[in-house]
T-cell receptor
Framework: AQKITQTQPGMFVQEKEAVTLDCTYD???????LFWYKQPSSGEMIFLIY??????QNATEGRYSLNFQKARKSANLVISASQLGDSAMYFC??????????????FGKGTLLTVNP | ETGVTQSPTHLIKTRGQQVTLRCSSQ?????VSWYQQALGQGPQFIFQ???????GRGNFPPRFSGLQFPNYSSELNVNALELDDSALYLC???????????????FGPGTRLTVT
């Protein structure tokens, strides 16, 4: 079974509108972390936001927020007030802490976001 | 503060050859991870180095090997290249073994390897 599932291969949004990118995960580890990264066409992975499994509040970073629903095992990324520069691939990733010091990230297949003017 | 750098940017090799990719970690980071990203896929974990020792490995054959140096820079070596090795290879660094906040890994721009 896939550990990280991103069901939206592509999404379109109008500039200045909000968009939600979906991510569901599968783990039996009670302690884990969820990440979202942005990958522009240049290839570099840019860290956006982190949510720990024990965090009581949803993470927010500027225009990015993470809608964390632990019981549903979902960690959707919400981008508010979309900008043309937000057009990129977006990856959801998970770190399972039972792996000890092995800091391995498991990534989904990504969602290609296109922001239209 | 210098970010993660990788060299070369692009590389073309022939099947059966060997290749070495290089990564300089961000200042103060002692952990380096390597990922392979095939076209249209998410990155897949190859292995991680922490204080010059391999600290975990993904589902990759032994012809994928690595090194970490005292200055925490790292190399990824791939022997007997196959066509399926064509991918973007990403290096990521993190501080303190990734066990302390911030937990995020900082990625370099990647090396795009083409095997013909």
């Amino acid at each position: 079974a896939q550990k990280i599932t991103q069901t939206q291969p592509g999404m379109f949004v109008q500039e200045k509108e909000a968009v939600t990118l979906d991510c569901t995960y599968d783990t039996s580890d009670p302690s884990y972390g969820l990440f979202w990264y942005k990958q522009p066409s240049s290839g570099e992975m840019i860290f956006l936001i982190y949510q720990g499994s024990y965090d009581q509040q949803n993470a927010t970073e500027g225009r990015y927020s993470l809608n964390f629903q632990k019981a549903r095992k979902s960690a959707n990324l919400v981008i508010s007030a979309s900008q043309l520069g937000d057009s990129a691939m977006y990856f959801c990733a998970m770190r399972e802490n039972s792996g000890g010091s092995n800091y391995k990230l498991t990534f989904g297949k990504g969602t290609l976001l296109t922001v239209n003017p | 503060e210098t970010g993660v750098t990788q060299s070369p940017t692009h590389l073309i090799k022939t099947r059966g050859q060997q290749v070495t990719l290089r990564c300089s970690s961000q200042s103060g980071h002692n952990t380096v991870s390597w990922y392979q990203q095939a076209l249209g896929q998410g990155p897949q974990f190859i292995f991680q180095y922490y204080r010059e020792e391999e600290n975990g490995r993904g589902n990759f054959p032994p012809r994928f090997s690595g090194l970490q140096f005292p200055n925490y820079s790292s190399e990824l070596n791939v022997n007997a290249l196959e066509l399926d090795d064509s991918a973007l290879y990403l290096c990521a660094s993190s501080p303190a073994g990734g066990l302390t906040l911030p937990y995020e890994q900082y990625f370099g721009p990647g090396t795009r390897l083409t095997v013909t």
